[in-house]
């Protein structure tokens, strides 16, 4: 990995850190509430080169929206990172829940009771409690 890389995504992770601290401040100061934001880093379509440097510069939240991308690109890494948190964002099909379960930390997508059963079933044959949002079609589109 080049410097330049490494410097230009470290640079770029602070600037975004940076608005949303910032943010953060602007609605402590206007609420008297506090509520913390997680930047999810997005890997989708990005060079190796490019997630080791964000990796180096700290960042340990990363959302990918394809199971079998998500194994290739982490399984690996979590050997070397045991504080990485992965959000599945995109769509799941209900024969990849188990490998979903056994990779991911949260899944962003629970949009039907078929997919919500086979996640429950595998967080119970595995021994796992991942966090889970819940999609509710309220306007009966």
Not at 5 to 20: D, F, H, P, R, Y
Not at 76 to 85: E, F, P, S
Not at 105 to 134: F, H, S, T, W
Request: glycine letters at 6%.
């Amino acid at each position: 990995m080049s410097d330049q890389t490494q410097t230009s995504v470290a640079e770029n992770l602070g600037n975004i850190q940076a608005k949303i601290n910032a943010a953060v401040q602007a609605y402590r100061v206007k609420t008297g509430f506090i509520h913390p934001v997680t930047l999810v880093a997005v890997s989708k379509r990005q060079p190796d080169t490019r997630i080791e440097a964000a990796l180096a510069a700290g960042q340990r939240v990363y959302g990918e929206n394809r199971v079998q991308e998500a194994q290739t690109r982490w399984a690996h890494r979590r050997n070397h990172h045991n504080d990485l948190h992965l959000h599945l964002i995109g769509p799941l099909q209900t024969n990849k829940a188990g490998d979903a379960v056994a990779l991911f930390d949260v899944i962003e997508v629970v949009d039907r009771p078929k997919l919500a059963k086979a996640l429950g079933d595998e967080m119970i044959r595995q021994n796992r409690q991942l966090e889970c949002y819940v999609q509710v079609n309220t306007g009966e589109e």
